[in-house]
Structure formats: C-alpha cells, structure tokens
T-cell receptor
Framework: GNSVTQMEGPVTLSEEAFLTINCTYT??????LFWYVQYPGEGLQLLLK?????DKGSNKGFEATYRKETTSFHLEKGSVQVSDSAVYFC????????????FGTGTRLTVIP | DAGVIQSPRHEVTEMGQEVTLRCKPI?????LFWYRQTMMRGLELLIY????????DSGMPEDRFSAKMPNASFSTLKIQPSEPRDSAVYFC????????????????FGPGTRLTVL
C-alpha cells in the first residue's frame, strides 16, 4: 500500500538553527513527493515537490531531495526563522491515474527568537 | 482568484443535528477533495471528485456522511446525524488534472471549517 512516515514532533529550534524533518514513504509505482506547510489557522499550502528520483525541490530556503534508494524525502533548511513556525506535511501521489495525495501525520515546528 | 472558499469557517452544533459544509473550488479546476483533520488521526482524505463525479469515497467514515458535487463550482459535505467524535477541521481542496491522468499538479486548500459537536 501507500503510506508516508514523518518524524514525530513537536520540533523546537532557535532562530537561525538548521532544520531537518525526516520523511520516508512506501508506494506502488513511481510516486511524486510533496511537502505542504500549514500556518496557524490556515489551510495547507504546497511548499515544494519532486516528481522523479534524484530531483530536488526547493522553495523559500527549504529543500528536499527525492531519494529512491532510501525511499526518503527529508525536508531541510539551513537557517530557520520565527515565521517558519508551522506544521509540515510530507505527502505522495502514486501517479497511477489517481489524483489523491497520501499525507504523513505532520510535524509541528516552533522557532523561538 | 479568490482561492478555494469554504463556509462556514466555524460551526458549533449539538449531537444529532444535521451539519452541511460548503466548498467552492477554484474556477477551472476539475478535481475536488474533502479532508478531515484531527489531532488523533491527522489529515484523512474522505472523498474526491473528478469532473463532478465521486471517484473514491472509501475514506467516508460511515453512512452518516455524504458528499455531493452538483456542478463544477460547488460541493457539500453533510453529516446527519452529527456526533461529538465528528468534531474536527474539515478541508476542501481543488486541483486540475489533465484528462484524468495524474499530472504534475498542485492541490489548493481552503481555510477549513472547524466543526464542534457538543
């Protein structure tokens, strides 16, 4: 089956610290991988994506590389800001003709000044 | 574009009452998704539509839940009768998919409806 496993939170970091949020997946076929971010009181927004092995998605200083050999898509940022405080969701879409996404449980990040 | 619009933003009701959540997708999108988010279960897909047709409703919890999409610009999720365990944030999302074949697209989420069933 299809599933996404994220590191459990919450994660609390000081401003300018390095961030890693781990994500591994199980999927049939060749999935596309996504990171979504949910700011307080809002819906989810696409942060970045990668559609094939070794692709790197990047946006707003965040990066994630699609690693087929380790079935991983870890999210990283070199220097977090207070405004990055949010819940981060890893997700996959199997690309078999279905349009639905499979989400991880989310990781809450709090950045303190 | 106004984005995905959901109403109401907050709903408080009593157990046994009927609840109707509404969603207006982004104009031109042909796929619509209903999700439920709770602390215990995270984000769950309830049902999704392609071109107004329900494709997968396996995530709908039970017969008390029903969803309709009478046209491309409107969808409802109804709970009848509601129960306290239905309390959650319900999200609607929309996207555009080419000819039913999965493409490199993005799901756009609405702000959600926070439902509290007393």
């Amino acid at each position: 089956g299809n599933s996404v496993t994220q590191m459990e939170g919450p994660v609390t970091l000081s401003e300018e610290a390095f961030l890693t949020i781990n994500c591994t997946y199980t999927a049939t076929g060749y999935p596309s991988l996504f990171w979504y971010v949910q700011y307080p009181g809002e819906g989810l927004q696409l942060l970045l994506k990668a559609t094939k092995a070794d692709d790197k998605g990047s946006n707003k200083g965040f990066e994630a590389t699609y690693r087929k050999e380790t079935t991983s898509f870890h999210l990283e940022k070199g220097s977090v800001q207070v405004s990055d405080s949010a819940v981060y969701f890893c997700a996959l879409r199997t690309g078999t003709g279905a349009n639905n996404l499979f989400f991880g449980t989310g990781t809450r990040l709090t950045v303190i000044p | 574009d106004a984005g995905v619009i959901q109403s109401p933003r907050h709903e408080v009701t009593e157990m046994g009452q009927e609840v109707t959540l509404r969603c207006k997708p982004i104009s031109g999108h042909n796929s619509l998704f209903w999700y439920r988010q709770t602390m215990m279960r995270g984000l769950e897909l309830l049902i999704y539509f392609n071109n107004n047709v329900p494709i997968d409703d396996s995530g709908m919890p039970e017969d008390r839940f029903s969803a309709k999409m009478p046209n491309a610009s409107f969808s409802t999720l109804k709970i009848q009768p509601s129960e306290p365990r239905d309390s959650a944030v319900y999200f609607c999302a929309s996207s555009f998919a080419w000819g039913g074949v999965a493409g490199d697209y993005e799901q756009f989420f609405g702000p959600g409806t926070r439902l509290t069933v007393l």
